[in-house]
């Protein structure tokens, strides 16, 4: 595994005696992310399987890499810290007993023991340094790779009719949907797709054992346990005290409710959680796919999530009488309901394409929504989307542009790419 940190993901003595988690804002100076380099398990993704894995096309790895590399970059000339999950993940074994309470954790997670192989699998993990293993479970584990003598079962015999025996994970570079920082503490999610859920078993980890977090009692504000699914693509945290959250495909209101009520009750600052329904369609997966903030009063949006009078459906969730149930109200006017919320006069929403129908849904299908702020007004962007960039600078905003040929075959933009760990304060 390249690791391109410098060194490792403990803490700088800048942000001692600060709490390790900080995001009351999504604009609000970024000064550390973490991010994925995407890795081997692109490479593992084959046309049979692409539409299971997520995916619409293979990227070439060589590219993607450069193209992640140069996002790194880019935040980094910025003074961001950039943190790698892959890094964090093994710093956080950090004992053999960890180590094989993760492999166990995760091979009853791929449902090896179904087919009898989670004995033979284990063995040839443990055969590995933790950075090797990792790296193995994160690109996918072949059939071919385990000696034939080892193999005792049908199955494994058949390594035509499915070659892995773990599957890859290539959607891992999109560090922003298993887990999502809110206030000093995050939510580590139970992803909706299955071919992502392992996904969130890495952040439980880093959070429990990584020096970086570990016994700072970080709150998880909601868990993987929690039966219904919620992904970060959907949790927008708009100032202190108010959330927006997606009911889209992968985001379902009973877990936003579950997160709104955890919030309420554990004196968090978040007064009001906005539920904002989206479509349920692959083209907007995520509410961050189709709406993003870029300064304080700025958001992108993608004109087709708004029906034919401009409106929407939003419930806004506050404390309600008693602990288990909010009071809910409800809005259909995205601007004014955003006005309210943020005690603005104005609100300025950027159409994604210039709103213009095939610029539109030509750039949203490339994440032309999807911006990572990194400060209030300059987001880092890509580059393939030009009208919705160049509409951003003209309304004032400072666009930092990506390379994005293949980086964007996965679906995903900037915001997608990076899980915001601490921002200052606005
Ligand atoms: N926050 C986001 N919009 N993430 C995009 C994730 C894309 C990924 N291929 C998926 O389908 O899950």
Excluded at 142 to 164: A, C, G, N, Q, R
Aim: net charge negative.
């Amino acid at each position: 595994m390249k690791l391109i940190a410098d060194n490792t993901c403990q803490e700088k003595s800048l942000n001692k005696g600060k709490p390790p988690i900080n995001v009351t804002s999504e604009i609000g100076r970024l000064r550390t992310v973490m991010l994925k380099r995407p890795g081997k398990e692109v490479e593992n993704l084959v046309p049979e399987y692409l539409h299971r894995l997520l995916f619409d096309d293979i990227p070439y790895l060589p590219i993607i890499q450069k193209e992640h590399d140069f996002f790194a970059e880019t935040l980094r000339s910025r003074g961001i810290e950039v943190l790698y999950l892959e890094q964090l993940f093994v710093e956080a074994l950090t004992s053999e007993e960890i180590k094989i309470q993760f492999i166990d954790e995760m091979l009853r997670e791929c449902h090896a023991h179904v087919n009898g192989a989670s004995i033979v699998l284990k063995e040839y993990l443990l055969s590995f340094s933790t950075e090797q293993m990792v790296d193995k479970i994160m690109s996918g584990v072949l059939k071919k790779e385990i000696d034939s003598e080892k193999k005792t079962h049908l199955y494994e015999f058949m390594d035509d009719h499915y070659p892995f025996y773990l599957d890859p994970m290539p959607n891992l570079y999109f560090t922003r949907d298993p887990a999502a920082s809110i206030g000093n503490g995050l939510t580590i999610n139970k992803m909706r797709e299955p071919a992502r859920q392992r996904e969130s078993l890495f952040m439980e980890y880093i959070i429990k054992y990584h020096p970086r977090f570990a016994g700072k009692d970080v709150p998880v504000w909601l868990d993987r346990d929690y039966p219904f699914s919620i992904e970060g693509g959907d949790e927008l945290v708009l100032s202190k005290e108010v959330i927006a959250i997606g009911v889209s495909e992968r985001t379902s209101a009973k877990a936003i409710e579950k997160l709104a009520l955890n919030l309420f009750k554990k004196q968090a600052s978040f007064k009001k959680v906005m539920a904002v329904e989206i479509p349920k369609c692959r083209a907007f997966m995520h509410l961050d796919t189709v709406f993003t903030m870029v300064d304080y009063d700025k958001f992108t949006i993608h004109p087709e999530i708004l029906g034919p009078q401009g409106n929407l459906n939003i419930y806004i969730l506050e404390k309600g009488v008693d602990e288990g149930t909010p009071k809910i109200s409800f809005r259909t006017d995205l601007q004014e309901a955003l006005k309210e919320v943020l005690g603005l006069d104005d609100i300025i929403l950027i159409p994604c394409g210039g709103g213009d129908e095939i610029a539109a849904s030509r750039e949203q299908w490339n994440d032309g929504s999807n911006t990572l702020a990194i400060a209030p007004g300059v987001v880092v962007t890509y580059d393939r989307n030009y009208i919705s960039n160049e509409l951003l600078r003209k309304n004032g905003i400072e666009v930092l542009e990506i390379p994005s040929s293949e980086l964007s075959r996965g679906r995903g933009g900037p915001r997608c790419m990076s899980m915001p760990i601490f921002r200052e304060d606005i």
